[in-house]
């Protein structure tokens, strides 16, 4: 049986990265900075306030709300495949890692 990588938690880190939680319990670290500075439809990120703000889970992947209207037409998100292969990380809100 294939797994489908579902998000169900996504939490902003300091340097634009991301700890992304999949349903099936891993955590992955995703670094967002290489999709930022090819511009485009993530170019609104490069704020900070965006970047942490706007920042949810939408259709089983991260994706901010850009307008912050939750119209799913101004949102940009990532594909949960590629943010499932990113490396394991440990949960960063857990009282061992904080």
């Known amino acids: 049986m294939q797994y489908y990588p579902e998000v169900v938690q996504v939490l902003a880190l300091d340097n634009k990265h991301l700890a992304v939680y999949f349903s099936d319990g891993h955590i992955k670290g995703f670094d967002v900075n290489p999709l930022i500075e090819k511009g485009g439809v993530f170019q609104p990120l ?3 306030k965006i970047f942490r703000n706007r920042l949810t889970v939408m259709n089983g992947t991260a994706a901010w709300d850009i307008d912050g209207n939750r119209d799913e037409t101004r949102c940009v998100d990532i594909d ?3 943010l499932y292969k990113a490396k394991d990380i440990d949960d ?3 009282e061992k890692t904080a």
């Open 92 to 94: 960063p809100l857990s």
């Open 80 to 82: 949960p495949f590629e």
């Open 46 to 48: 490069k704020d900070d």
